[in-house]
């Protein structure tokens, strides 16, 4: 039995790395890319030298040769991305209402692995520094090393401070979770390798042909003859409308005979 030819041909690996970066100077730098239709979430550790510091050209701040890699697949980043939105949801809802107590931190679990949001306000001790996080929203993955021993890596999702300026001059400081909302769309492009959104356009954008037997030239063709007959009927029910209107002609309506009914009442009333 013939086996079709996507069948032995081998899947082509396809690594793309990304240059969304992100330094927290406390804990470690994240970095994202992909491999296939799964995203990967690199983590390395910051140089104990350099906690809290003010790096300099040249430095080697982070270990690059010890970071962690987290492999997310589609179902794993639909599940992380649904998770960071509940909880904005929630401190959404207890800003409004003062009553309401919002949870601190949210863990999504999968294949003895998890990742953690917390809250901007968190407690947190990072290599003996206790960082003000009242604004800052912080990743933790815990995942299993060679041995099968927990494995715990933790980033500071970074902020990015806006001055407004209002018409009496007085100024206020806006923070934007920008370092969340990135690591948001990069959990949505992973969603959308999974569902073949790329590779379906792709195969559209490519040119086609030769494999049906026909040209790309005489498929055109036949639509365009399609479009010549549209075009054609268009015109006859314009020129249709645009004539004038003949006048009604009176149907004809047929009337009995008097003289040939009569004779035959007659014979009636004889027979």
Not at 139 to 160: C, K, R, S, W, Y
Not at 222 to 231: R, S
Request: charged share 25%; proline share 4%.
């Amino acid at each position: 039995m013939a086996t079709p030819n996507n069948q032995n041909r081998q899947k082509r690996a396809v690594y793309s790395n990304g240059s969304l970066k992100s330094y927290d100077g406390l804990a470690s730098s994240l970095g994202v890319r992909f491999f296939n239709e799964v995203g990967v979430v690199d983590i390395a550790p910051i140089n104990p030298e350099f906690v809290g510091k003010e790096a300099k050209k040249g430095d080697k701040v982070y270990n690059y040769d010890d970071r962690i890699s987290i492999f997310l697949t589609p179902d794993v980043a639909q599940g992380i991305l649904a998770s960071i939105k509940h909880l904005q949801d929630l401190l959404d809802y207890a800003a409004q209402d003062e009553e309401f107590v919002a949870p601190t931190r949210l863990t999504y679990e999968w294949a003895e692995r998890s990742c953690t949001i917390l809250a901007p306000g968190a407690k947190l001790k990072i290599n003996g520094e206790r960082p003000d996080l009242s604004e800052k929203f912080v990743l933790m993955f815990n995942i299993p090393d060679e041995d099968g021993n927990a494995v715990t890596v933790t980033h500071i999702l970074q902020n990015t401070d806006l001055t407004l300026t209002y018409p009496d001059k007085s100024q206020e400081i806006a923070t934007l979770n920008t370092g969340l909302e990135s690591f948001k769309t990069f959990l949505s492009e992973i969603i959308s390798l999974g569902t073949g959104a790329y590779r379906q356009g792709a195969a559209l954008a490519a040119p086609t042909g030769g494999a049906s037997g026909k040209s790309t030239a005489e498929k055109s063709a036949g639509f365009g003859k399609i479009l010549d007959e549209d075009d054609d009927f268009e015109e006859e029910e314009g020129e249709a409308t645009t004539s004038k209107a003949k006048p009604a002609t009176a149907r004809k309506v047929l009337k009995p005979n008097k003289t040939v009914q009569k004779a035959n009442l007659d014979e009636e009333f004889l027979d």
